[in-house]
Structure formats: C-alpha cells, structure tokens
C-alpha cells in the first residue's frame, strides 16, 4: 500500500492513481497546480493557496468543478486518508483527457487530484551554513508572453535553469527576466536584505507572488523593516548585506554564495535568521 490519492473524487490507492496518456495536462502542461504544506493539522495559509489555484485556473479558463471549500475539504480528506498532519500537499488540475490536438473544447472534464505526502524537508545544513547559488543563463519567462503569475504545469524554463545550477553543484538557481532584472528563483522567491531593509522584486518582474514571500513581507513590516519591492540587478544581489530565498517547502533558506561571490561575511545574515525563527514561530501553532 502506497499513498492514498485523491483522484477525481475518489480516495485511489496510489498504484491505482494513473491519468490517462491523453490528458492534457501531460500531453501540453495545460493545467495549474499549487504545492502546499500542512503543520500540525492545519494547511498553512489554505486561502491563499485556495485563490491562486483558482485565479490560476481562471487565466487558462479552466473551471474547477468543486466550489474553494470542497476543494478545501478535499485537501484535509486527503490527509486524514494518509493519517498525515504535517504533510506536503500536490493540488493539480489539469484540462482533463482530450484528443491530441490542442483545442480545450475537446476537454470535457478537467482532471483533479490531491497527494499528501510526508515532507521532506532540506537538510537542517542548508539552514545553518547556507545555499551556494548561481545566475542561470535561461531566463524567467516574459509576462506578456505567458505570466508567470499564473502556477501552471509548464515548468520547462525553470527545470533548465535547474539543470544549470545541477552542473554547477548548486540545488537552488537565480532567474533573470528578458530586462536582465532578478526575477526569482526556479522554485523560491528572492529577497536581499540592505542598510536593514529588505529588497524583493516587484510582480511586475515577472514572478510567482509566492505565499511564502507575502508572509515573509508581513512579518518583516511587523519586525519593523521597511520592504521594497523594486527592480534588482545581479550587482544588486552580489553586493547585498544577506539574500535568502523563500518558498512553500524551504521556507526562508538563507544563501551565502552568489557567482562565486560571498554575501556578507559568507555565512547566513542575523535578519535572515530572525526571519527564519519568526515564521517558524507561526508555523509551529
Ligand atoms: N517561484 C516559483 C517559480 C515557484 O515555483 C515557487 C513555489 N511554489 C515560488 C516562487 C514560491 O512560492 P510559494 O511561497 O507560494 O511556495
């Protein structure tokens, strides 16, 4: 017995969870998808998460066929099915099954399923000693080509500037919009801290506005900190006090390693670690 999985309404025994090979969703990444975590019983920021997931939907006219509480509902069924109360949780839609041109009307039913799985957490090194990262040369995808905003199943330019970081020994990558700007990273959001402020890039850089990040701006307006979301330039990045990454899965991660060049003294910042203690407190009620 494997995971049990939510499957169009259904609680499938994860041997069992198997889409069809005409879906859109594999056939053309034409879905949308939220990764999501659970502490103690409770789906950590459920709203949000909930919203994105349909406004995501909405943008690619996908209508999810459950209202945001069933979907809600069916997250916690989800985890009680796997008896998980600390859990990391797949939501995905996809177009449904289709034939294999492109055209959505061929669609009728979008496919919904839900994985809770025990979290795997990055090594507690990663926190203590830092992230090492690279600027990858493949950059974050234009928001007038398709916005990045949206969290859909077409992950293909952040898998390759993945791969760059891979080659280059590094697990997280940082992403340049087409300006040259920092956008964010392949699966994290950016922040630098300056003279004791915090810098992010704004949504218009062409970012996923991360869950994480909001949580992070309002706890660091509560600390105090002023918080800018403006333009940044790697210049910015390499010559910054600290930088650290935020993300549903890593939380706040600091890194001490840009290109090659240290930030700061080389080991992770005092206001990144206040930070990281600060939501660790929320997310430890
Ligand atoms: N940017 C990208 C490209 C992501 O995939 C993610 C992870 N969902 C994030 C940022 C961080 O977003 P969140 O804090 O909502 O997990």
Redesign the pocket.
Known sequence: MGLTIYLNGEMVDQSNAKISVFDHGLLYGDGVFE?IRAYHGKIFQEDLHIKRLYQSAKAILIDIPLTPEQFKQAMYDTMAANNLSDAYIRAVVTRGVGDLGLDPRKCPKPTLFIIAASIQLYPEEFYQNGLEVITAATRQKPSDVIS?RI?SCNYLN?ILAKIEGIQAGCIETIMLNTKGEVA??????IFLVVDGALKTPPPDAG??E????GVVIELAQQMGLEVQQVALTRFDVISADEVFL????AEVIPVVKVDGRSIGDGTPGALTLKLLAKFRELTSK
């Open positions: 990764g990045p969290k952040n964010e990273c392949t699966g994290d959001n970012i996923l991360g869950i994480t990040r935020t993300g549903t899965a």
